[in-house]
């Protein structure tokens, strides 16, 4: 952990517990609007979450928010846009019976193919079996990375990151390369990361979830030649509209990779909107094909989301 790391642990939960935040965050002004990036949070956490932000936040729903951007004249109440990314199962049984009890709306953004997998992501399967594995290092082409014996997230991140930039082909042999050397993942581990089906998003879509593409396998779209990007784009938004028989018109960079071959593919493909990863408010000039949005980890403390909402926070570069 770096120190920057180390400062936010330490520095953010003193200051949500003694009030200091929400003091600093009234002498500051406007908060501003932000969208969360949620994944795969249980309904333990995020229980605690919604009940924080229906007392603190008011909840813009994600088709409609221009004018909260464009008008600086709201209140120092923050304004959240509520997002889901990757299609986890867990969002069908655990989330969405929490959004619905508070009347929040959200947008779930789902890579096509995989619907009804029973496999799950590549990135999934890594990370678990990097934290479940007894070896000591990983070594992917002439690149090693030693693992401690514990505490391996960070350095399974570091791993993911490494492999997302790799072509397709070379993707899917990396990804053998590594689970030759750690195992698969133990299969109770992996029923936390099942994922969501066609039958699953339709009887979500409209019941205060907006389904919307995130492409169709998840891939960095950046290293994609250009029919490969085209499928992904195009591919995803008519699946997607084919199941849920109306338009698809939002659409999230996975991973938030992007350039601007691939802005431009995202509005030929005919999507309005497109969200990135950067984690700031969002701006007017942000709209339509760069929203920011602020990770929110699938353990995050709700001192941690007071911390993603605060304009002091924002202000000092504390969020990411």
Do not use: C
């Not at 304004?79 to 969405?96: E, N, S, W």
């Not at 014996?149 to 070379?170: D, E």
């Not at 390369?177 to 195992?183: A, M, P």
């Not at 992996?190 to 979500?204: F, G, R, Y």
């Amino acid at each position: 952990m770096n120190v920057r790391s180390l400062a936010k642990e330490m520095t953010i939960p003193v200051l949500y517990r003694t009030g200091l935040l929400r003091a600093a965050d009234r002498r500051l002004g406007r908060a501003g609007v932000v969208a969360l990036s949620y994944h795969n949070v249980s309904s333990a956490v995020f229980r605690t979450h919604a009940d924080f932000l229906s007392q603190h936040a008011r909840i813009l729903d994600p088709n409609d928010f221009r004018n909260e951007v464009s008008d600086p004249t709201h209140s120092h109440q923050a304004m959240v846009i509520l997002t889901f990314d990757d299609g986890y199962k867990r969002f069908v049984d655990q989330i969405h019976p929490i959004l619905e009890s508070h009347q929040f709306k959200a947008l779930w953004f789902i890579p096509t193919n995989y619907l009804g997998s029973e496999q799950g992501f590549w990135f999934d399967q890594i990370q678990l079996a990097i934290e479940a594995s007894t070896t000591d290092k990983i070594t992917i082409g002439s690149r090693v990375w030693k693992l401690p014996k514990r505490g391996r997230r960070y350095t399974a991140y570091q791993i993911k990151t490494f492999m997302k930039s790799a072509r397709p082909g070379l993707l899917d042999s990396m990804v053998e390369e590594v689970l030759d050397q750690t195992g698969r993942p133990p299969i109770e581990a992996l029923k936390n990361h099942m994922l969501t089906n066609e039958a699953e998003i339709q009887a979500l879509d409209g019941r205060g979830v907006h389904v919307a593409s995130h492409s169709q396998s998840h891939r960095n779209l950046t290293v994609l030649d250009d029919d490969d990007l085209n499928d992904e784009l195009v591919g995803s938004k008519q699946q997607l509209e084919s199941v849920l028989n109306r338009e698809v018109a939002h659409f999230a960079f996975p991973s938030g990779d992007h350039d601007e071959r691939v802005l431009s593919g995202v509005r030929s493909a005919g999507y309005q909107w497109a969200w990135t990863t950067e984690a700031r408010y969002i701006n007017a000039a942000d709209l339509p094909y760069q929203i920011p949005r602020v990770l929110i980890d699938d353990k995050a403390s709700v001192a941690t989301l007071a911390a993603k909402l605060s304009p002091l926070m924002h202000r000092i570069g504390l969020v990411k």
